[in-house]
């Protein structure tokens, strides 16, 4: 199980971080990342990580702004989000998978091996 924390509202050009404990398992070996999906939107890709050698990667609309990090012993992965921007607001979901980090972004839903459940980020202007 995935369980996201750390969402809420802020303004643009604030700072958020949001959070992703696994429960009930470990996922060494798994690739970890996030996805957001905005009103109306289709779920897009915003950062993944490995979990060995911790190799990042981000959407091209993220990059400079967002970092991906995990903790190995707390099981948790976090996005640190900054210079947040109005286009930014969507439910923001955690997923992990056997697939390396780098393929998240031409995933689809069923390549993940668990998703959260998601948690709301509004960005306002």
């Known amino acids: 199980q995935l369980v996201e924390s750390g969402g809420g509202s802020v303004q643009a050009g604030g700072s958020l971080r949001l959070s992703c404990a696994a429960s009930?398992?470990?996922?060494?070996?798994?690739?970890m990342g996030w996805f957001r999906q905005a009103p109306e939107k289709e779920r897009e890709f915003v950062a993944s990580?490995?979990?060995?050698?911790?190799?990042?990667f981000y959407a091209d609309s993220v990059k400079g702004r967002f970092t991906i990090s995990k903790d190995n012993a707390k099981n948790t992965i976090y996005l640190q989000m900054n210079s947040l921007k109005p286009e930014d607001t969507a439910v923001y979901f955690c997923?992990?998978?056997?697939?390396?980090?780098?393929?998240?972004?031409?995933?689809?839903?069923?390549?993940?091996?668990?998703w959260g459940k998601g948690i709301l980020v509004t960005v306002s202007s």
């Open positions: 997923a992990a998978s056997r697939y390396n980090g780098v393929s998240f972004p031409h995933l689809g839903a069923g390549d993940m091996n668990c």
């Open positions: 009930g398992r470990t996922f060494t070996n798994y690739a």
């Open positions: 990580i490995n979990w060995s050698p911790g190799s990042t």
